[in-house]
């Protein structure tokens, strides 16, 4: 059976509302108002050098550039323009990739040497039929070094009738020479709201009935790139036979329902585990992949978050349903900072882990029961106010409280005795804080002055004090001291400044050549070897060595404090 006339002439949709002028571009409203007016000012680079992420329309913008630079009008007589070039035999020329004088060559295949040359070989020859000979080079990065380097001087001063246009994905592997003789833009990730608007369009031209939440979807697993949205749209379609849902999307993509999304991350945040489990079995034999549902949780909590800090921006961002929305909300202001922040740790490692994992269900199973069981931990600030207060802590739980396990831990417990009689309470003893230091307010020694430092938040300054310093003489208000060749050149000047903060006294700090005393490293270094030595003197010590030749002494403690 032959295919039909349609079928034989069908373009993919990428190919078929590839932009034809500026107008049709979307989402690059900054780079477009620049080109419009340098081209019509007149004040156009010979290179330009075109970067983001793929399918976001650089070698487009390149064609859409050579078109309205080569633009004659329909009598051949009219200079660059900004608007429709469908009027224009050369334009339409390039538009078929037929024109003599435009050059297109992708370096990812084409990267060495010889290719350049067959380039450079071609620039000092005028145009055939256009103004200006273009020369669009995709994936430039891909190109060698000696490739570059060929290419610098004529990039450098490129003859009138010569423009280039470079386009790549990784500007950083560009090296800085090439990028200096070109004008870059930076063409930015399309917003979903955008996406989805443009192809509610494309819908419209092709007949065909797409749902708001099945464009939505397309838009944001797009990410930012028109290209991509469109292929998976093409691929909707012709799963869809005319209508395009969003059930059929998430089908497709393998995403899990949003609902579904809240109610599992709901779950487990409060603590229950079997509730959670049971939706992600639910969610697994959906077919909806596990790194997606991660991903997915990864970005609720992240929204989450932002609502927990901007509650205003419930009535802006559009990312999901107004009821899940609304549920969103409720959750968020339900949970506090650190919790949040925890689950996004949580969530954060638990990605990596699900990619990497043998079993990837598996692997996600586990996040979510982690998930359930930091649900009941205590928030540390509230941790903190009750060990200041001199108060009990509460009990660690051994399971969640939506799992059914019994609690336990090192806070209150409960006891009962074997006889059967009453339970006994016994609180666990009150954690013991331990007294801050008193401040020193007299610099008696330079570990005093170390402490002042630490004291009024110069830690950095104390520990070059540490390290670096070798006292000399010091007195009330004056220092006097040889520093390291490690230490900081502006140690003096800082010190001078520090502790005239810390103390509300002038200080006089002076660098001497006088060789000092050891720095407070040096001496506590010698002071631990004195130690350690000692030790070893002892005859146990000493006996346990001679037989264990080998052996060393790591660490000295006190009995008491074992």
């Not at 790139?225 to 059930?247: E, F, K, N, Y």
Request: include cysteine; glycine fraction near 8%.
């Amino acid at each position: 059976m032959g295919m039909s006339e349609s079928q034989k002439e069908y373009r993919v949709l990428a190919r078929k509302y590839r932009p034809k002028n500026f107008d049709d571009v979307i989402g690059q409203e900054a780079l477009i108002r620049t080109l419009r007016n340098a081209i019509d000012s007149g004040r156009i680079a010979h290179a330009f050098m075109l970067t983001g992420i793929r399918g976001t329309g650089k070698t487009t913008t390149a064609r859409l550039i050579a078109k309205a630079l080569n633009y004659t009008g329909p009598d051949g007589t009219s200079g660059p323009t900004t608007g429709p070039t469908d009027d224009c035999e050369i334009c339409r020329a390039i538009t078929e990739d037929r024109h003599p004088d435009v050059f297109e060559m992708d370096a990812a295949s084409r990267r060495g040497i010889n290719d350049i040359r067959e380039i450079l070989d071609g620039v000092r020859y005028a145009p055939v039929s256009a103004r200006y000979k273009i020369y669009i080079i995709d994936e430039v990065h891909m190109l060698t070094t000696e490739a570059f380097n060929a290419l610098l001087k004529t990039l450098e001063e490129p003859p009138a009738h010569v423009k280039f246009i470079f386009a790549t994905t990784e500007i950083r592997r560009v090296p800085v020479t090439v990028l200096s003789r070109c004008q870059r833009f930076d063409l930015r990730r399309i917003d979903a709201a955008t996406l989805g608007d443009y192809y509610g369009k494309i819908c419209e031209k092709e007949g065909i009935k797409a749902d708001e939440e099945a464009l939505t979807l397309i838009a944001r697993a797009a990410d930012g790139s028109a290209r991509d949205g469109l292929s998976m749209l093409d691929q909707a379609i012709a799963l869809s036979q005319g209508h395009v849902t969003a059930q059929n999307v998430k089908d497709m993509l393998g995403l899990a329902d949003r609902s579904l999304i809240l109610n599992l991350l709901e779950s487990a945040v409060s603590g229950d585990p079997a509730r959670a489990l049971e939706i992600m079995e639910d969610l697994y034999k959906k077919g909806a992949d596990p790194s997606v549902i991660m991903g997915d949780l990864l970005d609720l909590s992240h929204l989450l978050t932002k609502l927990r800090a901007v509650p205003s921006l419930q009535a802006t961002m559009q990312v999901m349903a107004k009821e899940e929305m609304e549920r969103a909300s409720l959750l968020a202001m339900k949970m506090s900072m650190p919790a949040l922040a925890r689950v996004w740790q949580i969530l954060l490692k638990g990605v990596n882990e699900v990619n990497f994992a043998p079993v990837p269900q598996k692997a996600a199973e586990m996040v979510v029961i982690r998930l359930a069981y930091a649900a009941d931990l205590p928030d540390p600030a509230d941790l903190i106010k009750k060990i200041k207060d001199g108060g009990v802590l509460p009990a660690m739980p051994s399971a969640p409280s939506g799992g059914g396990g019994s609690g336990g831990g090192r806070g209150a417990s409960v006891m009962s005795s074997s006889g059967g009689g009453a339970a006994v309470a016994v609180a666990a003893p009150a954690v013991q804080v331990e007294a801050k230091p008193a401040p020193i307010t007299e610099i008696a020694s330079l570990t005093d002055m170390q402490a002042v430092l630490q004291q009024s938040g110069h830690i950095m300054l104390a520990s070059q004090v540490y390290l670096y310093v070798h006292l000399v003489k010091l007195e009330e208000g004056r220092l006097e001291y040889r520093p390291d060749p490690l230490a900081s050149q502006s140690l003096a000047q800082e010190l001078t400044q520090a502790l005239k903060a810390a103390t509300g006294n002038r200080w006089m700090i002076t660098v001497s050549d006088a060789p000092g005393q050891p720095t407070l490293a040096q001496a506590a270094k010698a002071a631990e070897q004195a130690k350690f030595d000692a030790m070893r003197a002892q005859p146990l010590v000493s006996q346990v060595l001679d037989i264990f030749p080998n052996a060393q002494l790591k660490a000295i403690h006190k009995k008491e404090d074992l």
